[in-house]
Nanobody
Framework: QVQLVESGGGYAQAGDSLSVSCAAS????????MGWFRQAPGKEREFVAA????????WYADSVKGRFNISRDNAKKTLYLQMNSLKREDTAVYYC????????????????????WGQGTQVTVSS
């Protein structure tokens, strides 16, 4: 069992940077592929970024590629998302997710692929 708790987020102006973190408890995250998703009001939850359990492979949604960076520290059991050049359309509740990875390089981009989810943290970007 993995419990995930997001933190960070908040308010930012367009063009600013913000970061969110996801702390895991209950057990190690070694072996768990992880990802970030977001959900804006009235929209479905969408993929943002993913990382393999070893941290060697990452993948991004086209909408955030080049602006966001996903990383992890397995020793600290923490997942990070650094968000740069924020846009109004980045406004959403951000969720972290985890599941056992098939290999040290495997990552996942679909909500149905993940077993564990955090409660979410709000990110609001104003112009």
């Amino acid at each position: 069992q993995v419990q995930l708790v997001e933190s960070g987020g908040g308010y930012a102006q367009a063009g600013d940077s913000l970061s969110v973190s996801c702390a895991a408890s209950g057990r190690t995250i070694v072996g768990y592929a992880m990802g970030w998703f977001r959900q804006a009001p009235g929209k479905e939850r969408e993929f943002v970024a993913a990382i393999s359990w070893h941290g060697t492979v990452t993948w991004y949604a086209d909408s955030v590629k080049g602006r966001f960076n996903i990383s992890r520290d397995n020793a600290k059991k923490t997942l990070y998302l650094q968000m740069n050049s924020l846009k109004r359309e980045d406004t959403a509740v951000y969720y972290c997710a985890a599941r056992l990875g098939a290999s040290y390089q495997t990552y996942y981009t679909e909500t149905r692929d993940y077993e564990y989810w955090g409660q979410g943290t709000q990110v609001t970007v104003s112009s």
